[in-house]
């Protein structure tokens, strides 16, 4: 029908006489029918475009047939929707849907405010609870808490995971969803609905948000000659800040060094080789990158530092990623001892592409290697010494909006009589009752520490029983012990 009256349109074009100057002179009767004709057949098409969902309002000129189906989609649902949609937000969805399809933990569509969040996370303070996370599973994951964060003071641990925030369900969101439900401003509450491996029941954890300063190396003196050094992530200034430290350490008389990589979830891949670069003998290999048609490109040590310093590195399973590296490039090309517990497991690189709008995609792009070609990925790195932590170290955290007292029965009680044992505060048993014995305890606990001496356990009382516990964990920490005496063997 349409090419029929094309044809009509064609003839009474031809039909059109000689222009007798700069314009072009019509009959009068074949003038009104062109234009009648033009009028028809737009008010049809437009018709026609209408009154079938399967036809689509915009023609996109693409050859590449695989976006067919997309396009067809997208039209469908911005024609014959019930309500009328966002167009950016579907389109947003089909980019997430894409990279939620390669079914890969570490690869995400950010937001524009999910970017500009990433990106702070590595390159300067923020504002949320400072814990690395990641989707696992199906669940989002603790990696690890950062050094000092109130992530760190609530208790939270690697591998913990989170159910919900504020009520909020986070099953099937991503790792990005998830941060910015998470993060939020200085000095505001967020509660955390946490499940720990190992125990049945979960826990509610409050957590005052606050700044996270991105500093991530702590370095002291354990005697007069070794020090100990902590590096927490690989941001944009670890090796500078690293450096500094290290200088510093030296004038101060550090002949050997315990460099601590544990619940370091890792980060900047060029840090977490500047700095394999200052203990890797020159020429040596770090870290080998397989690409997706299995070329293997290596990069060797730069020898910007001192590989001859007596070394012994502490990993446990919050070290991932590039901690990864570093603990493996040491071990593996300069004979460095790692002590400890096996590591995270993660051995891909990722990078972040931006789009002009702000947002981007995170992806990953290549398996990384240890120097003998190993791929650690979710296997993680055996230390050459292992050594756990006590059990008490790995208590979940008591709620301390909760009221224990006389008569309660429930695990949070029975974490808080081992807490109290631990510290020296015998309750007389361990299963969760709290009967007269235990109150006596929490008083015994409370008189020692000057608070309001009411044999119950909230608030205050209850956080300062977490503190004490983590400092006593700190004090006695039997894997530092451990690779202070591996050390002191090699520098003999």
Known sequence: MEEEKLDQEKTEQEQVSEPKSGYIRFKKFHFIMLLFLIVFLSAGITTVALSFGDEKVVKVNNDRKEFEKLYEAFDTLKNDYFKKVNEQKLINGAINGMVESLDDPYSDYMSKDEAKSFHSSISSSFEGIGAE??????????????????????????????????????????????VTLIRGKKGTKVELTISRPGSDAQMIVPIIRDEIPIETVYGEM????????????????????????????????????????????????DQAISISSMFVPKGKIIVKEEDRNGKIKEIASQNSGNPDLPLVVLIDKGSASASEILAAA???SAGVPLVGEKSFGKGTVQTASNFTDGSNIKFTIAKWLTPN?????????????????????????INPDKELTVSAA?????????????????????????????????????????????????????????????????????????????LNERMK
Do not use: C
């Not at 650690?376 to 208590?395: C, F, N, Q, R, T």
């Open 222 to 269: 354990v005697d007069d000659k070794i020090a100990k050094v902590q590096i927490t992530s690989f941001s944009t200034n670890t090796s500078k800040e690293l450096t500094q430290t290290l200088n510093d350490l030296q004038s101060k008389g550090m002949k050997g060094l315990v460099l601590d990589l544990r619940q370091n979830p890792g980060g900047l891949l």
């Open 373 to 397: 070609g190993n791929w650690i990925h979710k296997k993680g790195i055996k230390p050459d010494v292992e050594v756990a932590l006590p059990e008490y170290a790995s208590l979940p955290i």
């Open 410 to 486: 429930s695990e949070e009680v029975k974490t808080a009589q081992k807490m109290l044992k631990a510290l020296g505060f015998d309750p007389g048993r361990e299963d969760g009752f709290f009967d007269d014995k235990t109150k006596e305890a929490v008083i015994s606990f409370q008189t020692a520490n000057n608070l309001p001496a009411d044999g119950i356990l909230k608030g205050e009382s209850s956080l300062k029983l977490m503190e004490l516990l983590r400092e006593q964990i700190k004090a006695n920490d039997p894997q530092v012990q451990k690779a202070i005496e591996v």
């Open 330 to 332: 040491v071990k593996e």
């Open 133 to 178: 996370i990641q989707q696992k599973d199906g669940h989002i994951v603790i990696v690890s808490p950062i050094k000092g964060s109130p992530a760190e003071k609530a208790g939270l641990k690697p591998n913990d995971i989170i159910v919900s925030v504020d009520g909020k369900s986070l099953q099937g969101m991503t790792s990005t969803e998830a």
